[in-house]
């Protein structure tokens, strides 16, 4: 059985920061590209980062120059370094990672961890 375990998530003002982490555990073979994305109440679950197998990374306008995706594969973690903060990235953040394990490969999704930031 492959799980992706989120944490980091919690309540910071408005301009502060917050590092969530997404582990991956399981009888793993590979881990494709990871995926953040996140759901505020009533709203769709939207992408926010994404980091490639080769370290590319892509991000959403609204968080490009405050947010960091990275990973580390000896871990079989992704990180979501999100400074800056603002009231409207408060939401529900869920990673997501394509993996090759002894189950075969599919998407994998975290249980998801609150971020809150006060105005």
């Known amino acids: 059985q492959v799980q992706l375990v989120e944490s980091g998530g919690g309540l910071v003002q408005a301009g502060g920061s917050l590092k969530l982490s997404c582990a991956a555990s399981?009888?793993?073979?590979?881990?494709?590209?990871w995926r953040w994305y996140r759901q505020a109440p009533g709203k769709q679950r939207d992408l926010v980062a994404v980091?490639?197998?080769?370290?590319?990374?892509n991000y959403v306008d609204s968080v490009k120059g405050r947010f960091t995706i990275s990973r580390d594969n000896a871990k079989s973690t992704v990180y979501l370094q999100m400074n800056s903060l603002k009231p409207e990235d408060t939401a529900l953040y869920y990673c997501?990672?394509?993996?090759?394990?002894?189950?075969?490969?599919?998407?994998?999704w975290g249980q998801g961890t609150q971020v809150t930031v006060s105005s």
């Open positions: 399981g009888r793993i073979f590979s881990i494709n590209a």
């Open positions: 997501n990672a394509l993996i090759r394990s002894g189950f075969g490969t599919r998407d994998y």
């Open positions: 980091i490639s197998s080769g370290d590319s990374t």
